[in-house]
């Protein structure tokens, strides 16, 4: 038996009333392991880089296995660039590459420049015309009910690369799962962190970091999800929101 376990944290009250999101979380956990696990993320929460949460919002809602579908994680490779503009130019020519018009990755990137109050889950674009579809303002798709398959295995598999940091971790599973909606094209993200400035493009079926694509300093972060243009919208939210997942390992093909 699996629970949920969801957090998300704001500043000057609730996301709902104008709060200021500082943290979320999202696992899918044995029982044995929710109480743990719920400390750890009310002391994030207190404890964020982003500020002092004084709105913390926990969900515990158990999952039925039958309902549980699996995916697979995404192969990680590292870009180092010199710069921040290196690393947005690279990240467009990744988002080209998978599919999305020049024109779309540029507006999707102005968008996410521009957004006044940093948002607490992602916009969803047309890959084509870089137009935004979902109707969610501030709020945007949070991408929920997820879970590496085996956490232990997949910290041995990330570790293995060099890679410890739980910005990836957490990274990596929601990238598989947003990769895994069929109607998805690509992923663009960075942290709104002040002190993480590596993002990453996730889109044909690899997860592409990029060292820098923000100023060190800023707490301006986002993701986008581009999507193909009759993507229906409802049916994505679900998935993305509400579906269950596990990741697994990639077989070698
Ligand atoms: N669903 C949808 N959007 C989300 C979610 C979610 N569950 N969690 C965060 N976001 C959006 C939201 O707008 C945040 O402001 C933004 O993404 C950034 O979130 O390989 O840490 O949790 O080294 O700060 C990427 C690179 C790090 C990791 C991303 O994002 C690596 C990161 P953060
Ligand atoms: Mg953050």
Redesign the pocket.
């Known amino acids: 038996m699996l629970y949920s376990v969801r957090m998300r944290a704001a500043k000057g009250g609730a996301h709902e009333y104008g709060g200021e ?1 500082i ?2 979380a ?1 696992r899918l956990l044995k029982e044995a392991q929710v109480e743990d696990m719920v400390k750890v993320m009310v002391h994030r929460a207190l404890t964020h880089s982003r500020g002092k949460a004084d709105f913390i919002r926990l969900t515990i809602d158990r999952i039925k296995e039958d309902e549980i579908q699996l995916i697979e994680l995404l192969p ?1 490779k590292t870009f180092s660039v010199q710069s921040l503009l290196e690393g947005r130019i690279y990240a467009s020519e990744l988002l080209v590459a998978a599919g999305v018009t020049g024109i779309a990755a540029e507006k999707a990137m102005e968008a996410l420049l521009h957004l006044g109050e ?5 916009m969803v674009v047309c890959s084509e015309t870089g137009e935004r579809l979902d109707s969610l303002l501030g709020r ?5 009910k997820m879970d590496t398959i085996d956490p232990q295995a997949f910290s041995v598999w990330l570790g293995k690369q060099g ?1 410890t ?1 739980i ?2 971790r ?3 599973v ?1 990238a598989a799962k947003v990769n895994s909606a069929p109607s998805v094209v690509a992923e663009l ?5 002040p002190d ?1 400035v ?3 493009v996730a889109a044909k079926g690899k ?1 592409n ?1 990029i060292t820098q694509l923000k100023e060190l300093g800023s707490r301006r ?3 986008v999800f581009f999507v193909k243009r009759d993507t229906d919208m409802e049916a994505l939210r679900v998935y ?1 929101e509400e579906q269950p997942v596990l990741a697994i390992e990639r077989k070698e093909r």
């Open positions: 999101h943290s979320g999202e990680i940093n948002m607490r889950g992602a945007g798709i949070r991408v929920s890679l940091d910005h990836v957490e990274a990596a929601l993200c960075w942290s709104d962190d993480y590596t993002g990453y997860y970091r972060g986002g993701r993305l």
